[in-house]
Nanobody, 124 residues
């Protein structure tokens, strides 16, 4: 089992940047593919990005492609999401998720472990 804690959310102006962090504990971090999802009020959870355990394979959601970069530091047991050129429609609670010994899926149902979420608000 792995525990996930997100941080780095906050209020940012449109056009700005933000880096979210997801600290993991409990098991061998590199055994887990990591992903970021987000959920805005009244909307379904949306896939943002995913990364394989050793960082060799990535997958991005269409709404953030070209503006987001997912990365990880296995020595620090931490995954990151760098978001640039932020838009008001990026406002949401951002969640990190993990799945064991599998690839970077875009489906939330494939992830067993979730953090509590961090709020990102982009003002226009």
């Amino acid at each position: 089992q792995v525990q996930l804690v997100e941080s780095g959310g906050g209020l940012v102006q449109a056009g700005g940047s933000l880096r979210l962090s997801c600290a993991a504990s409990g098991r061998t971090f590199s055994d887990y593919a990591m992903a970021w999802f987000r959920q805005a009020p009244g909307k379904e959870r949306e896939f943002v990005a995913a990364l394989s355990g050793i960082g060799s394979s990535t997958n991005y959601g269409g709404s953030v492609k070209g503006r987001a970069t997912i990365s990880r530091d296995n020595a620090k047991n931490t995954a990151y999401l760098q978001m640039n050129s932020l838009k008001p429609e990026d406002t949401a609670v951002y969640y990190c998720a993990a799945r064991h010994m599998m690839g970077p899926s875009s489906s939330s149902s494939q992830y067993n472990y979730w953090g509590q979420g961090t709020q990102v608000t982009v003002s226009s």
